[in-house]
């Protein structure tokens, strides 16, 4: 029996494949540009050729081992094609055709999320990557979020926080502080009232003794006496402080320092011997010196 091989190289088969092709219509190009289309129906069938092109070519560029320039190569094209979809989309709602782009695929990242790639002629889609393209060295870095940088806080922003509770006007609000603060009052308080009783108490006794001619008992009256020698005590400590800073202060000149009369005498004298030098001959000079030396004069 024939193998499946020799079947096909003979001549029957031959013939019949050359008359299948012949009654078979010339394989249509699809049009350069969309606007030379005019039936919406060969619009959306020139659409859906695009689409499994471009289905075609991504499952081929999921591939990693196809090498960097195969991967570039595969991915313009399919940007290519996704452009040329774009056209036909929209000579689709020209002809009345539905809107496809509502329901167009998102750019993702390797993690899945969704990106927005910006195209910077505002025409269309962005440039995307598809597959193993995303891995390639320099796209990466396209998809890795920039470290958030902590943005220092200026004294506007500071201040712009401060309110009434930054100064503790609002502390009670909650009556947490209240509740805290009551018990301790009024131990102090009952303690201040019983002290200012308790001089008032002496003081009344003092009086009473005072007008009798009586000596206080030394259980009421230590307590102010003791008080008072305090005050007395504490005004001798700082007099003597004061007294050593004031001596401190002072300024002992042990070189004997000149009086009035003879700081106007060395005045005078200085400004006779400025006189006598510009007017008088150094001859004369010599004369008056000499005759100030046999009298045993001074000045």
Known sequence: MARNEEKAQSMLNRFITMKEEEKKKPKERRPYLASECRDLAEADKWRQQIMREIGRKVTEIQNEGLGEHRLRDLNDEINKLIREKVHWERRIIELGGPNYTKHSAKMTDLDGNIVDVPNPGGRGPGYRYFGAAKKLPGVRELFEKPPELRKRRTRYDIYKRIDASYYGYRDEEDGILVKLEGPAEKKMRAAAVKEWMEMEEIKREAKKSVKSG?????????????????????????????????????????????????????????????????????DLMEEQMEAKAMLNIQR
């Open 214 to 282: 009586e000596v206080v008992e030394v259980g009421l009256g230590s307590k102010i006496l003791f008080e008072e020698e305090e005050d007395v005590i504490e005004e001798e400590r700082m007099e003597r402080e004061r007294e050593e800073k004031d001596r401190e202060k002072e300024y002992v000149v042990h070189v004997p320092l000149p009086d009035e009369k003879e700081i106007e005498r060395m005045v005078v004298e200085h400004k006779k011997m400025e006189l006598l030098s510009k007017y008088a001959s150094e």
